[in-house]
């Protein structure tokens, strides 16, 4: 175990108080616009789509309203397709892959499916480009009912209506080099544990649930996504940032159980991209074109076998 801390707020082995978390808000800066880059980006939607507030979150005197997509011709029989982006708002092409699919193919499942998207679930964050919310929570580990997120818990509150009749949830991500310099570090310091250093896969690869694994599905979206950017390998270990790889680019993790935001309406197919943007074999054009790819592979197999 480290003798120092790995982390420039708290003390080692001491979890974060109410004075830590003021420190670690004191310290985030917004460094682009949730109204520029998503909210000016969905006026232009809103003549093929209905657009609509779902909720808005209130920070510090800061208002975010909450927006979602849906089909403008939404019909009950015919299956549910939810697409998540932004839930950690540092993951930047979860949020501009989702808005570049409803610009440019959402309107090729009218009258197949019903579509809603949630392209950013986190605003606060998205905008500085941090993992957390205010409160240095990680919504991504507290979707479920009385969540202490206030981003989960209103998706969470969105999506009880459709409990049952989501066929297919694709939840848009990235894994960063900031998760290794920033984020890992900060959480280790929040809980009061110390830091182990990981690594950082180069590429594209998908999160199955361990509680019902859909392999062809997850098979489909990286076969789709091997034609944009290239698929991360397994370590020596042959794992996957600390899991084992149990097909080319796919993990398990158990959706339901760690509050994740895939586990959320218990759809048959759901899955979690996670983009690598600082490889240097890929632009962000690419990162952006990869979760395109997943959404659309994961569309036409959950039509194509439902």
């Not at 801390?5 to 670690?24: F, H, K, M, N």
């Not at 520029?36 to 980006?41: E, H, I, N, P």
């Not at 991504?140 to 998706?155: D, K, Q, T, V």
Request: glycine fraction near 8%; hydrophobic fraction near 35%; aromatic fraction near 8%.
């Amino acid at each position: 175990m480290n003798s120092r801390p790995s982390y420039p707020i708290g003390t080692l082995g001491q979890p974060w108080g109410a004075v830590e978390i003021a420190d670690w808000r004191s310290r985030q800066v917004k460094r682009r616009s949730y109204a520029t880059d998503v909210l000016q980006a969905l006026k232009s939607l809103r003549e093929r789509f209905d657009v609509e507030e779902y909720g808005a979150l209130d920070y510090a005197g800061e208002h975010y309203p909450l927006m979602t997509v849906r089909s403008r011709d939404w019909r009950d029989e015919l299956p549910v397709m939810l697409v998540t982006g932004g839930v950690h708002g540092y993951e930047t092409s979860g949020v501009h892959g989702a808005l570049q699919f409803l610009r440019d193919h959402a309107q090729d499942y009218e009258g197949r499916a019903n579509l809603l998207v949630v392209p950013c679930v986190s605003p606060w964050a998205y905008e500085r480009i941090h993992r957390w919310n205010p409160d240095a929570i990680d919504p991504n580990r507290n979707f479920r009912e009385g969540s202490p997120s206030g981003e989960a818990a209103a998706l969470v509150k969105l999506l009880a209506p459709l409990r049952g009749r989501v066929l297919m949830h694709i939840d848009l991500h990235e894994t960063t080099d900031s998760d290794e310099s920033e984020f890992r570090p900060a959480l280790a310091a929040r809980d009061g544990k110390d830091f182990e250093p990981g690594e950082i896969p180069d590429g594209f690869y998908l999160v199955d649930d361990t509680e019902n694994p859909q392999p062809a599905f997850q098979r489909a979206v990286i076969e789709a996504v091997a034609k944009v950017t290239h698929i991360a390998p397994a370590d020596a270990h042959g794992e996957i940032i600390g899991s084992p790889q149990v097909a080319s680019g796919v993990i398990e993790y158990a959706l339901k159980a760690l509050g994740l935001c895939a586990g959320i309406t218990g759809a048959r197919y759901t899955t979690t991209t996670e983009v690598y943007p600082d490889s240097p074999r890929a632009t962000p054009q690419q990162c952006n074109d990869a979760q395109v790819a997943a959404v659309r592979a994961a569309i036409d197999y959950a039509l194509a076998h439902r």
